[in-house]
Protein backbone atom coordinates (compact mmCIF):
# COMPACT_ATOMS: atom_id res chain seq x y z
CA UNK A 1 0.00 0.00 0.00
CA UNK A 2 1.27 3.27 -0.63
CA UNK A 3 1.50 6.46 1.77
CA UNK A 4 -1.01 7.49 3.65
CA UNK A 5 -2.08 11.28 3.45
CA UNK A 6 -4.12 12.85 6.51
CA UNK A 7 -6.59 16.13 6.21
CA UNK A 8 -8.30 17.42 9.20
CA UNK A 9 -11.04 19.95 9.12
CA UNK A 10 -12.50 21.33 12.16
CA UNK A 11 -15.87 23.41 12.30
CA UNK A 12 -15.73 27.12 12.97
CA UNK A 13 -18.82 28.71 12.87
CA UNK A 14 -22.36 28.47 10.54
CA UNK A 15 -20.90 26.67 7.11
CA UNK A 16 -17.07 27.86 7.95
CA UNK A 17 -14.74 24.78 8.37
CA UNK A 18 -10.47 24.86 8.88
CA UNK A 19 -8.50 22.52 6.77
CA UNK A 20 -5.45 21.40 7.57
CA UNK A 21 -2.82 19.62 5.43
CA UNK A 22 -0.09 17.19 6.06
CA UNK A 23 2.32 19.57 4.54
CA UNK A 24 1.47 22.15 7.13
CA UNK A 25 -0.74 24.57 5.66
CA UNK A 26 -4.52 25.86 5.92
CA UNK A 27 -6.82 26.95 4.17
CA UNK A 28 -11.20 28.28 5.27
CA UNK A 29 -13.90 26.33 3.85
CA UNK A 30 -17.25 27.97 3.78
CA UNK A 31 -20.51 27.92 1.96
CA UNK A 32 -22.79 30.65 0.39
CA UNK A 33 -25.21 33.16 2.42
CA UNK A 34 -28.49 31.17 0.95
CA UNK A 35 -26.63 28.08 2.64
CA UNK A 36 -25.94 29.60 5.70
CA UNK A 37 -22.82 30.41 4.84
CA UNK A 38 -20.68 33.87 5.01
CA UNK A 39 -18.34 32.86 2.18
CA UNK A 40 -15.09 33.12 3.57
CA UNK A 41 -13.59 30.46 1.39
CA UNK A 42 -14.14 28.28 -1.44
CA UNK A 43 -17.04 25.32 -1.38
CA UNK A 44 -15.40 21.49 -1.41
CA UNK A 45 -16.78 21.36 -4.81
CA UNK A 46 -14.39 23.89 -6.74
CA UNK A 47 -11.13 22.62 -4.29
CA UNK A 48 -11.54 19.12 -6.26
CA UNK A 49 -11.50 21.07 -9.73
CA UNK A 50 -8.28 23.22 -8.17
CA UNK A 51 -6.89 19.95 -6.85
CA UNK A 52 -7.77 18.50 -10.15
CA UNK A 53 -5.48 21.55 -12.16
CA UNK A 54 -2.74 21.69 -9.62
CA UNK A 55 -2.29 18.43 -10.08
CA UNK A 56 -1.72 18.52 -13.65
CA UNK A 57 0.13 21.90 -13.64
CA UNK A 58 2.77 21.18 -11.86
CA UNK A 59 3.23 17.87 -14.09
CA UNK A 60 3.28 19.27 -17.20
CA UNK A 61 5.26 22.56 -16.26
CA UNK A 62 8.41 20.50 -14.60
CA UNK A 63 7.75 18.66 -17.62
CA UNK A 64 8.48 21.16 -19.56
CA UNK A 65 11.04 22.91 -17.44
CA UNK A 66 13.29 19.90 -18.36
CA UNK A 67 12.72 20.04 -21.49
CA UNK A 68 14.52 23.28 -21.04
CA UNK A 69 11.48 24.87 -23.08
CA UNK A 70 11.33 29.06 -22.67
CA UNK A 71 7.70 28.73 -21.13
CA UNK A 72 6.83 32.63 -19.76
CA UNK A 73 3.39 31.84 -19.03
CA UNK A 74 0.84 28.99 -18.12
CA UNK A 75 -2.53 28.49 -16.91
CA UNK A 76 -5.00 25.71 -16.84
CA UNK A 77 -8.75 26.20 -17.25
CA UNK A 78 -10.80 23.78 -15.75
CA UNK A 79 -14.87 23.49 -16.35
CA UNK A 80 -16.77 21.48 -14.69
CA UNK A 81 -20.03 20.06 -15.14
CA UNK A 82 -22.30 18.96 -12.76
CA UNK A 83 -25.56 17.35 -12.27
CA UNK A 84 -28.80 18.96 -11.73
CA UNK A 85 -29.89 16.60 -8.84
CA UNK A 86 -28.00 15.44 -5.58
CA UNK A 87 -25.67 14.40 -5.05
CA UNK A 88 -24.55 16.91 -7.90
CA UNK A 89 -21.72 15.23 -8.75
CA UNK A 90 -19.50 16.28 -11.90
CA UNK A 91 -20.23 14.58 -15.00
CA UNK A 92 -17.74 15.90 -17.09
CA UNK A 93 -14.89 17.84 -16.52
CA UNK A 94 -12.58 19.70 -19.46
CA UNK A 95 -9.24 20.84 -18.64
CA UNK A 96 -7.41 23.79 -21.52
CA UNK A 97 -3.62 24.01 -21.01
CA UNK A 98 -2.85 27.76 -22.32
CA UNK A 99 1.19 27.59 -22.43
CA UNK A 100 3.29 30.93 -23.45
CA UNK A 101 6.71 31.43 -24.47
CA UNK A 102 9.26 31.45 -27.12
CA UNK A 103 9.07 28.79 -29.95
CA UNK A 104 7.61 26.24 -27.69
CA UNK A 105 6.81 23.20 -29.65
CA UNK A 106 2.86 21.59 -30.01
CA UNK A 107 4.56 18.42 -29.80
CA UNK A 108 6.45 19.38 -26.78
CA UNK A 109 3.00 20.46 -25.04
CA UNK A 110 1.06 17.39 -26.09
CA UNK A 111 3.13 15.03 -25.05
CA UNK A 112 3.57 17.05 -21.43
CA UNK A 113 -0.33 17.04 -21.22
CA UNK A 114 -0.76 13.55 -21.93
CA UNK A 115 1.67 12.28 -19.95
CA UNK A 116 0.30 13.93 -17.00
CA UNK A 117 -3.18 13.15 -17.88
CA UNK A 118 -2.54 9.55 -18.77
CA UNK A 119 0.44 8.58 -16.24
CA UNK A 120 1.22 10.85 -13.72
CA UNK A 121 -2.08 12.77 -12.30
CA UNK A 122 -3.26 11.40 -9.48
CA UNK A 123 -6.01 13.37 -8.49
CA UNK A 124 -7.28 12.10 -12.21
CA UNK A 125 -6.76 8.93 -11.81
CA UNK A 126 -8.79 8.77 -8.40
CA UNK A 127 -11.62 10.54 -10.18
CA UNK A 128 -11.62 8.10 -12.89
CA UNK A 129 -10.90 5.13 -11.58
CA UNK A 130 -13.18 6.07 -8.27
CA UNK A 131 -11.23 5.36 -4.76
CA UNK A 132 -13.23 3.10 -2.42
CA UNK A 133 -14.28 6.25 0.48
CA UNK A 134 -14.82 4.14 3.82
CA UNK A 135 -16.64 6.14 6.66
CA UNK A 136 -17.53 5.63 10.37
CA UNK A 137 -18.33 8.15 13.40
CA UNK A 138 -17.80 8.63 17.19
CA UNK A 139 -19.68 10.85 19.29
CA UNK A 140 -17.78 12.25 22.41
CA UNK A 141 -20.24 13.48 25.11
CA UNK A 142 -19.19 16.64 27.32
Do not use: W
Amino acid sequence: MGDAMDVKLNYVDGMEFLARTPSGHQLTLDAAPKYGGRDKGPRPSELLLVGLGGCSAMDVISILKKKKLDVTGFEINVKGLRAEEHPKRFTEIELEYVVKGKNIPEEAVRKAVELSMNKYCSVKATLEEGAKVKFGFRVENE
